[in-house]
């Protein structure tokens, strides 16, 4: 890959796509392509093929997604299905018809079973039930995934599939209506500290085991898959290593320095018991984390402080 090749970047703005963005421009990729969603609907099929024709991008990086917690996922099960397809079947199909040579799809580990062996391997896919709380983004994903392949064992083009672990990490989503449990978790214990250390309540029973990779961690495994061919159409990214849900609050907590109580909604549902990716795929060919949990929660609580006007107006 050439350090001049057009590359668009869909999803610029977002947490993964923006690390993919800083990455690249410091690895000295100087034709980086990135469209805000206000001048480009990515869910208008006509409007991004007429974009993918004029622009004409040599790679594509998919990094935009309708994304959200339990919560999300729980009250718009059809935004979550329909605008997660729209988008990735826009950029593939446009992709595909514009001749883009290399297109890198970015999924999620929620597409495995619920109740699939533990850790996660690539071949699990579609081998049983899906996890009923996110199930909408899980089906729009796996639909992504097959798309890839079936171009790549029908046209012979190198589209390929990243699926990443729970991501965070710097511009992350801190907004308690819609972001995951290690933003939301933050942001609850840094407000708790600031109200004189008071109770922090977390959904569930913290007993579910979860892996969490940092963002430029992603962005490295994507730059990875750019510079490189891999030989098959679906890889896990992750580090291999998981933690229950109550010992990440805790050392969340002890970074934000939240010296209050934790209470545990047992009403409220768990999610998937465990989800820790078998990323052997991955080392074999080169790639490796290298950040570690505890550094990046430290991080990513840097950046939150930093930017922490940004999040008052989105109340609790």
Known sequence: MNKDSKIYI???KGMVGSAIWRTLTAKGYTNLLGVSSAA????????????????????????????????ANNNYPYQFIMENMQIQNNLIDSALQCGVKKFI?????????????????????????????????????????????????????DYVSLMPTNLYGTHDNFD?????????????????????????????SGTPMREFLFVDDMAEAVVFALENKLPDYL?????????????????????????????WDASKPDGTPRKLMDISKMHALGWKHQVQLEEGIQKTYQWFLENIDRFKEVKM
Not at 121 to 146: F, H, R
Not at 176 to 203: C, D, G, I, Q, Y
Not at 235 to 263: C, M, P, R, S
Request: a negative charge.
């Open 10 to 12: 869909a999803g610029h």
């Open 40 to 71: 480009l609907d990515l869910r208008n099929q006509q409007a991004v093929t007429d974009f993918i024709a004029t622009e004409k991008p040599e790679v594509i990086i998919d990094a935009a997604a309708k994304v959200g917690g339990i919560l």
């Open 105 to 157: 799809f970015l999924g999620s580990s929620c597409i495995y079973p619920k109740l699939a062996p533990q850790p996660l391997k690539e071949e699990y896919l579609l081998t049983g039930t899906l996890e009923p709380t996110n199930e909408w983004y899980a089906i729009a994903k796996i639909t992504g995934v097959k798309a890839c392949e079936a171009i790549r064992k029908q046209f012979g083009k």
């Open 176 to 204: 308690l209506n819609t972001s995951h449990v290690l933003p939301a978790m933050m942001r609850k214990f840094h407000e708790a500290k600031e109200n004189n250390n008071a109770p922090v309540t977390l959904w569930g």
């Open 235 to 263: 890889y896990n990214v992750g580090t291999g290593e998981d933690l229950t849900i109550k010992h990440l609050a805790e050392t969340i907590q002890e970074i934000t320095g939240h010296q209050g109580a934790i209470i």
